[in-house]
Structures are given as structure tokens and as C-alpha cells.
């Protein structure tokens, strides 16, 4: 807690400065924080895994003329930071990249366009959260390997049901592919 008002503290000189010099109308500010840390939840202590817990971080975003306090509830990556920034600072992506500009979000929080989907990859795992699931194959010779759990019914993910819905994990095994980089080698073990 201690840290937390620290922060905020700090965070407030920042956006009173801006203020005072006249320039918190042509800044963009984004906060975003380290992953997160196991506490010995699923029979984990440390911070690198393919579990939410590992994965989810803070992202905030200040940007001139869009909603100020709105809760975006949509799946992103930190991948998307660098292709949004350059374009609310309208310069042209010079390269293509991992990331997609969330913009759309920041203008529309509501939009059903965005694709709700982020890859992260540890320990020969490769795994896709999206608005409802998190879906994970593993390229290696333990059991299991391929783990799902649904973020409705088990949002601190301790059951993993990629043995129920067939359909699901067919469905999710699509979207899982675009993000398989075959870092892993993935055809030696499917």
C-alpha cells in the first residue's frame, strides 16, 4: 500500500507539472507496469509462468481529446503500446509489428471490431488469453499439453477443462496458430 500511495503521489506531481507548463494538452501518458507474481498459487512461487497471474499487468493510458476514467474491459498487449503511440502521434508505422494500435478502443470502448487476443510464451509453452479463455499447448514431453480454462466459471484458472468442450479447444487452437512462431519447434511433439 505504502508503494501504491507513493505512486499515486508521484504520478499526481507529474500531471500537476504538465498542467502548470501548459502541456497536458499535446501529452500522451502511458503507464503500464511489470507482470504480476505468484504467491504460491498454482503451486508457484515467482513470476514466470503461462498463468494469468504471471501475465496480466497494469495499462493505462492519458491521451489529449478521448474519455477521460473509462475502464476498457478488452484483451491487450504490451506489444500494442508502440503502434498505438505512433499513431496518436500520427506518424506512419515504419515497419510492420507483433502489435495492432488499440486506438479504436481508446475512441470506442465498446467496439466489437478489436480481436481481444494476447500471446505470451515460456518454458515451451505458447499460450492465447482472449475476452473469455485462456488456451495453452505445451511442446514438451510432461503432461499436460494443452491446458484451458475459462475465465467465467475459473478466473484464477485451477481447472483446466481441454478435456470438456472439443469444440472450444478447436475453435481456440485457430486462433492460437497466429500466434505460433514455432519458437518451439511445435511440429516435433503435436
Known amino acids: 500500500m505504502k508503494n501504491s500511495v507513493h505512486n499515486t503521489f508521484f504520478m499526481g506531481k507529474v500531471l500537476d507539472e504538465l498542467k502548470r507548463l501548459d502541456l497536458e494538452k499535446n501529452t500522451i501518458i502511458i503507464v503500464w507496469s511489470d507482470h504480476g507474481w505468484h504467491l504460491v498459487d498454482d503451486r508457484v512461487w ?37 503502434p498505438s503511440l505512433m499513431e496518436l502521434c500520427g506518424v506512419a508505422m515504419p515497419h510492420q509489428t ?23 510464451y515460456f518454458r515451451k509453452g505458447i499460450t492465447v488469453r482472449t475476452d473469455r479463455y485462456r488456451f495453452t499447448k505445451y511442446f514438451r514431453k510432461e503432461e499436460p499439453v494443452t491446458e484451458l480454462y475459462d475465465h467465467q466459471t475459473d478466473p484464477y484458472e485451477n481447472h483446466n477443462v481441454a478435456a470438456d468442450p472439443p469444440e472450444t479447444v478447436q475453435s481456440l487452437t485457430k486462433t492460437w ?12 511433439n503435436q
Open 46 to 82: 515467482g513470476k514466470h509462468t503461462n498463468f494469468e497471474y504471471a501475465l496480466r499487468s497494469v495499462l493505462m493510458v492519458k491521451t489529449p481529446g478521448l474519455q477521460k476514467g473509462t475502464l476498457i474491459d478488452q484483451v491487450v498487449s504490451t506489444a500494442d503500446i508502440y
Open 98 to 120: 507483433d502489435g495492432e494500435s488499440f486506438v479504436s478502443l481508446l475512441k470506442n470502448p465498446e467496439t466489437e471490431d478489436w480481436r481481444n487476443t494476447a500471446y505470451s
Open 177 to 188: 496458430e497466429k500466434g505460433n512462431t514455432n519458437v518451439y519447434n511445435a511440429t516435433a
